[in-house]
């Protein structure tokens, strides 16, 4: 019987991934090799200026009844989760 060529050789195999884990992998690998990549410090300062006094000034900007009437809501939704 002739020998087999593969014999000793070992097969290496790579962790099976999804389809977006692999598209993950891919734009981390080439913005590592252009040097893209981060955020631009203006538009971060830019959101997080709005999101600090977004919900405070819409609160400030409701009335009395409609406060009342979205803590209702809020408190109707959080019971019907633990039923």
């Known amino acids: 019987m002739p020998k087999r060529s593969s014999?000793?050789?070992k097969v290496v195999r790579l962790p099976e991934r999804d389809?977006?884990?692999l598209a993950r992998s891919v734009i981390d690998r080439i913005e590592r090799l252009t040097g893209a990549g981060?955020?631009?410090p203006a538009a971060v300062a830019l959101g997080r200026k709005g999101g600090l006094k977004?919900?405070?000034a819409r609160m400030d900007s409701?009335?009395?009844e409609e406060r009342s009437k979205l803590a209702r809501k809020a408190a109707k939704a959080r019971w019907a989760a633990k039923k």
């Open 7 to 9: 014999k000793g050789r």
């Open 19 to 21: 389809v977006n884990q």
């Open 38 to 40: 981060g955020k631009n």
């Open 54 to 56: 977004g919900g405070r």
């Open 62 to 64: 409701l009335t009395p």
